[in-house]
């Protein structure tokens, strides 16, 4: 998204949002968004089930199937990040 003048801005400031698949919040230092085996432990230890799904925004549930379950564990395993190729985290 390109932030122009138009909003008080001295010059256009362009942003970008985004997310990497696998990350759960956990474990991350600024500014690296790391998917690596703290992930892939958070989700391990809050597992959820088909009488205790997960809600929308469960970041556990990587496949949003609405469980958090060896597969989304899998998912984290097998897409790791490093500092060389992570999302960067924008810090103001």
């Known amino acids: 998204m390109d932030i122009g003048v138009g909003f008080g801005l001295s010059a256009p400031?362009?942003?970008?949002?985004?997310?990497?698949?696998?990350?759960?919040?956990?474990?991350?230092?600024?500014?690296?968004?790391?998917?690596?085996?703290?992930?892939?432990?958070?989700?391990?230890?809050?597992?959820?089930?088909?009488?205790n799904r997960s809600p929308v925004f469960d970041a556990c549930d990587i496949n949003k199937d609405s469980l958090s379950n060896p597969t989304d564990q899998i998912y984290v395993r097998t897409h790791p990040t490093t500092p060389l190729n992570c999302v960067k985290m924008i810090i103001r």
């Open 13 to 51: 400031n362009p942003h970008y949002w985004g997310n990497a698949a696998g990350d759960t919040d956990q474990g991350n230092s600024p500014p690296n968004i790391l998917v690596n085996p703290t992930d892939e432990i958070w989700i391990r230890t809050h597992p959820t089930t088909p009488l």
